[in-house]
Nanobody
Framework: VQLQAFGGGLAQPGGSLRLSCTASGSIFSVDVMGWYRQAPGQQRELVATVTNFGYTNYRDSVKGRFTISRDNAKNTAYLQMNSLKPEDTAVYYC?????????WGQGTLVTVSS
């Protein structure tokens, strides 16, 4: 199973970006799709998750600004990021949990700067 993330880049404060992550390979059912991020010198942190039942969870600092969603038919997770702030700058990683295993994408850099 391989995860490929897309959509990072440079955004101005207050701007928007949309990340996507698609899994390929032998995929049966993804229990949880999630996004994590790691800023320079910081530990990786959870941003948002969505279960196969559609339940979502967000870290407090992104609530009301970020929206996670999934398309099971496409084995794809999305992260819509609005009202971006400089402190959102980080490498964003997608994570899929399947049958007790964790799969990670390669990371995509999001930079929020004027």
């Amino acid at each position: 199973v391989q995860l490929q993330a897309f959509g990072g880049g440079l955004a101005q404060p207050g701007g928007s970006l949309r990340l996507s992550c698609t899994a390929s390979g032998s995929i049966f059912s993804v229990d949880v799709m999630g996004w994590y991020r790691q800023a320079p010198g910081q530990q990786r942190e959870l941003v948002a998750t969505v279960t196969n039942f559609g339940y979502t969870n967000y870290r407090d600092s992104v609530k009301g600004r970020f929206t996670i969603s999934r398309d099971n038919a496409k084995n794809t997770a999305y992260l819509q990021m609005n009202s971006l702030k400089p402190e959102d700058t980080a490498v964003y990683y997608c994570n899929f949990k399947m049958v007790g295993y964790d799969y990670w994408g390669q990371g995509t850099l999001v930079t929020v700067s004027s």
